[in-house]
T-cell receptor, first 111, second 113 residues
């Protein structure tokens, strides 16, 4: 089945420190692994994604790492800033157009 | 492109009334998704279409909910009759296909009293 778990559910980080959010999934057919950010009152927006033939991808302060053997992928945010405060969702697909969203991680950056 | 367009942005209605939410996907996108978001249940996929054909409606809560996509540029989600527990933010999203970014609309905040 399409089971997605995300940890932690909440995370508070001092400004300037790093944050890591982990997502585990059950279906080995997954081949696309995106992370979405949703600010308060706004729509979810893609911030980074990775495909199954790549182990790591970086975009400035944001990176995603993938471990297909262990069926998990993680979001890394370095040098956190107040505007990073939001809810983050992993949303792997399982071989089709559908994304299965995790339960979300509320990240709070403490000034 | 204007992105995914949803209307109305806010809807307040009384229990028992019919509610129709509308969505215009990004031109050229082949797949369209309807999601519901609440604090309790998070972001749930209700139904999605590929090339205007419903592919998976397993997330539709019950027979009170129905969705249509008569053409590539328009979709509706209808709730009849509406109930207070339907209160949520409903998002529409579109994508080129599997393995591509889903672009979300601004959402419709529905309140059923």
């Amino acid at each position: 089945g399409e089971n997605v778990e995300q940890h932690p559910s909440t995370l508070s980080v001092q400004e300037g420190d790093s944050a890591v959010i982990k997502c585990t999934y059950s279906d080995s057919a997954s081949n696309y692994f995106p992370w979405y950010k949703q600010e308060l009152g706004k729509r979810p927006q893609l911030i980074i994604d990775i495909r199954s033939n790549v182990g790591e991808k970086k975009d400035q302060r944001i990176a995603v790492t993938l471990n297909k053997t262990a069926k998990h992928f993680s979001l890394h945010i370095t040098e956190t800033q107040p505007e990073d405060s939001a809810v983050y969702f992993c949303a792997p697909n399982f071989g089709n157009e559908k994304l299965t969203f995790g339960t979300g991680t509320r990240l709070t950056i403490i000034p | 492109d204007a992105g995914v367009i949803q209307s109305p942005r806010h809807e307040v209605t009384e229990m028992g009334q019919e509610v129709t939410l509308r969505c215009k996907p990004i031109s050229g996108h082949n797949s369209l998704f309807w999601y519901r978001q609440t604090m309790m249940r998070g972001l749930e996929l209700l139904i999605y279409f590929n090339n205007n054909v419903p592919i998976d409606d397993s997330g539709m809560p019950e027979d009170r909910f129905s969705a249509k996509m008569p053409n590539a540029s328009f979709s509706t989600l209808k709730i009849q009759p509406s109930e207070p527990r339907d209160s949520a933010v409903y998002f529409c999203a579109s994508t080129l296909g599997g393995g591509y970014e889903q672009y979300f609309g601004p959402g419709t905040r529905l309140t059923v009293t």
